[in-house]
């Protein structure tokens, strides 16, 4: 046998902690309860159908047999398909199947990973799971089990398969990749209940005749389309059909809201089965790591794409997503541990900082606060074993580039393309992460944002005078002010969303004190309250912060002033590109007529094109956009300059001259941001190395 690295269990498992929970099984009552409603619905909608049928078929016969000429023939069998044709939307959901599909997933053998396979069959007995059907890999930092499921598969079992993301095992080390296995196992365990399985198919059921009909209303265009006759009998079948639409959607959205509320369960009973085979410890440290790693490897495809304008491949993303991981660690100061950063629940918790909480009904999972509840409730935990979970795979350089080389597969011509490897990408992104970072000393109080300074009178603050000290200035709760206004922003259109009833909840906490769907509007206006008075205080601040440094900084003004100006520069450009966007939307839109069409592209050559190439040149001309800097765009703009496009012509739309205005407005916009940036950055470090000069 295989010898393998298997990271131990608890030594004690308290078995009852693994059965089903009160709430589960309160959960499960609802689901039955609305499921027995469903197929209540269901059975007279059936009884109808089948004594519409019966009508529309004698009714059609005996007018062909009493009237036989080709109208009454026609008609006759419009009536026959409209009966059959109810009955078939009511059943088509027999014949339907649901495949899980993803493009990048690539299946693997025993004999090509025999160290993975005998991992997952070990945990397999100890989970008490049947071994997957199949096994794949694909580069997402994800884990699931899944299978295809179609109306039989509630009542013939159907065997699993098993995807693991390379995104995932490149992030966590072994222990938490058990935790994350048996997690999924813990979905289909012995353990475990089926009913979550018959649930989500009766809502397929549901969903497939109120949504997915584009084979049925191809049949019925089809069949409507021979005759005027039968188009008015395909209509009618239409209307049937929309009507049990109508009675479904509420019977879709009850057995939906059970079925989520099922699902949060079905996780937290997963959760304790994992937490039995790999430690409860483990679960949430593996999940905490997943939620960082799973945004670093986000930052990694975007840098990815930004490469390929330039013609550039990745050779290996994954070690990309390791380096942008590290770069996070280095940033918040975490420690490594065989490489990989340490994220614990407290770090990833103290991003969250809404004032609104509320139960969302509609949520599938948890969130990873409840479910760390849980499992210290559970209280099964056992050491980690820190060794990095590539461990148990073979040639993982190979399967890195493979599965790279997969996202790649929709991109033609990536032979001609120049191949980065793992030390230039990691030369690249600490260049950028440099060039990104304002100094520490500063403590974050300038980080993520800009400061305002185009109402500033610089006469008045050049002879204003401060008592303020560096450290009152730069404190940790200054600089989570500009946070706060963006939090409160989002706790806005939360409460919005409440009040409009987007977001189904009755009741919400807010600040820890609970409110109804009738304190909106007193919300509301404490939150923009609060926006405006952090707002006030933090353009105060900067002003403070600027007298202070003058006062130690000679010819501190002229650094401000110039980034002044590049941040009048990209206000005057932004305002320009949103009013040309706004007029180009009507056309992207559709719905104009072609009088209308004309017009506004007369409006765009007239008016907002000429205003663009003007700004565009000022931007050339003041080396915002170079040669040097962005090689690419200056050839653009300068290309775009000197042709003379009609964006409409002959009652045809030019795509390609529509989507290079749009390109060329957006990237220079782009351009122009980074330049205030680059102004910005130098001038808070000027700001910092001259006053550090001043006190030595």
Not at 183 to 197: C, D, K, N, V, W
Not at 525 to 539: A, F, N, S, Y
Not at 547 to 556: A, G, I, M, P, T
Request: with cysteine.
């Amino acid at each position: 046998m295989t010898s393998i690295n298997y990271p131990p269990s608890p030594e004690f498992i308290a078995t009852e902690k693994l059965n089903p929970s009160p709430a589960f099984r309160k959960q499960v009552a609802k689901v039955i309860t609305s499921i027995i409603l469903f197929l209540i619905v269901y059975l007279l909608l059936i009884a109808v159908a089948v004594i519409l049928a019966i009508a529309c078929c004698y009714l059609g016969i005996h007018l062909i047999i009493a009237l036989p000429k080709f109208i009454t023939l026609i008609a006759g069998l419009g009536l026959v398909a409209v009966g059959l044709s109810v009955i078939f939307f009511l059943i088509k959901f027999i014949f339907a199947v649901s495949k899980n599909e993803n493009p990048n997933r690539i299946e693997i053998k025993e004999h090509e990973q025999p160290e993975l396979f005998a991992f997952i069959r070990k945990l397999s007995k100890e989970t008490k799971t049947t071994f997957p059907k199949k096994i794949f890999i694909s580069p997402d930092v994800n884990a699931c089990v899944f299978y295809n499921s179609s109306f039989w598969s509630m009542i013939f079992p159907v065997r699993k398969n098993l995807e693991i993301g390379l995104g995932v095992v490149n992030s966590i080390n072994i222990s938490e990749l058990k935790a994350v296995i048996a997690h999924e196992f813990g979905h289909f365990s012995q353990r475990s209940m089926r009913l979550g399985i018959f649930t989500y198919n009766v809502n397929k059921i549901i969903y497939n005749m109120l949504y997915e009909n584009n084979s049925y209303t191809s049949f019925l265009n089809a069949w409507g389309n021979l005759h005027g006759v039968l188009s008015l009998f395909a209509l009618i079948t239409v209307k049937i059909a929309q009507s049990i639409q109508y009675i479904l959607r509420t019977m879709y959205q009850l057995i939906n809201k059970n079925y989520m509320g099922l699902s949060r369960e079905m996780e937290f009973h997963a959760d304790a089965i994992a937490a039995s085979a790999a430690g409860g410890n483990n679960v949430i440290t593996g999940l905490s790591r997943i939620e960082i790693a799973s945004g670093c490897y986000n930052t990694t495809i975007g840098k990815a794409g930004d490469f390929l304008k330039d013609k550039k491949i990745l050779k290996n993303i994954f070690d990309g997503q390791l380096t942008v991981f590290k770069g996070v660690a280095s940033r918040f100061r975490l420690p490594l541990k065989n490489g990989l950063p340490e994220i614990s629940f407290e770090f990833v918790n103290s991003f969250s900082s809404s004032r609104i909480n509320y139960k969302n009904q509609w949520a599938s999972h948890p969130e990873l606060k409840e479910r760390k509840q849980h499992l210290e409730l559970i209280d099964m935990n056992v050491a980690p074993d820190e060794a990095p979970a590539w461990e148990v795979f073979t040639g993982k350089d190979a399967l890195k580039e493979k599965l790279t080389a997969k996202l790649y597969s929709h991109i033609t011509e990536t032979e001609n393309m120049e191949v980065i490897n793992a030390e230039e990408f990691n030369d690249q992104y600490q260049h950028e992460k440099e060039f990104y970072v304002l100094p520490l000393a500063y403590k974050g109080y300038y980080d993520s944002r800009y400061i305002e300074t185009t109402d500033w009178n610089f006469d008045e603050l050049e002879s204003t005078s401060t008592t303020c000290k560096f450290d009152d200035l730069f404190t940790k709760q200054n600089a989570q002010l500009y946070s706060f206004v963006n939090n409160n922003l989002t706790d806005i259109e939360t409460v919005k969303a409440i009040n409009k009833k987007k977001i189904d909840v009755e009741t919400f906490d807010f600040d820890g004190e609970k409110y109804s769907r009738g304190d909106c509007d007193t919300i509301l206006q404490k939150l923009e309250k609060d926006i405006e008075e952090k707002k006030i205080q933090l353009k105060q601040l900067d002003k403070e912060a600027f007298c202070f440094f003058n006062s130690y900084v000679k010819d501190l003004r002229p650094l401000y002033e110039t980034y002044s100006l590049a941040e009048k520069k990209y206000n005057t450009y932004e305002e320009a590109v949103n009013t040309l966007l706004a007029s180009l939307e009507p056309l992207y839109k559709g719905g104009l007529s072609i009088e209308e069409v004309y017009q506004r592209v007369k409006q765009i050559k007239d008016i907002h094109e000429p205003h663009l190439k003007k700004h565009l040149n000022i931007l050339l001309k003041d080396a915002v956009i170079t040669k040097e800097n962005n090689a690419g765009l200056f050839s653009r703009v300068n290309d775009f300059l000197q042709k003379d496009y009609r964006y409409f012509f002959n009652d045809e739309f030019k795509n390609d001259e529509l989507n290079t205005l749009t390109t060329i407005a957006v990237n220079a916009a782009d351009a122009c941001n980074d330049y205030r940036f680059r102004q910005y950055k130098y001038m808070l470090d000027q700001q910092w190395n001259l006053y550090e000069a001043s006190m030595q």
